[in-house]
């Protein structure tokens, strides 16, 4: 059984790609992380703000990617990125204040 993950693509207003995704990111169906990340081209930035829960699988996709992305995690995932050693290879930032994930 797939766990529900939703991902949708957008460009803030200056161009940069954006991936929002929500929901729980496990092997499950980490592939839909995988092909969204292979088909947005050079630097992206990835909203994790409402993802809840995130496994070993979805952090090797990110692992796969860290060198171009951005995170924008949520206080939730923090440790998990810290722990796997994910923050020392891509930027990980927090949600603005408010909420918002970041300006168009």
Known sequence: MTTP???TSGRYSDGRPR???????????SGVL???LDETPGPVVVDLTSVEYLDSAGLSVLFAHAARLELIAPPLLEP???VSGLGDMATVRGPEPGGSPAPD
């Open 80 to 82: 998990v990125l810290t």
């Open 34 to 36: 995988a092909r969204a």
């Open 5 to 7: 993950l939703s991902i």
């Open 19 to 29: 991936l929002t995704a929500a929901g729980e990111i496990d092997m499950s169906n």
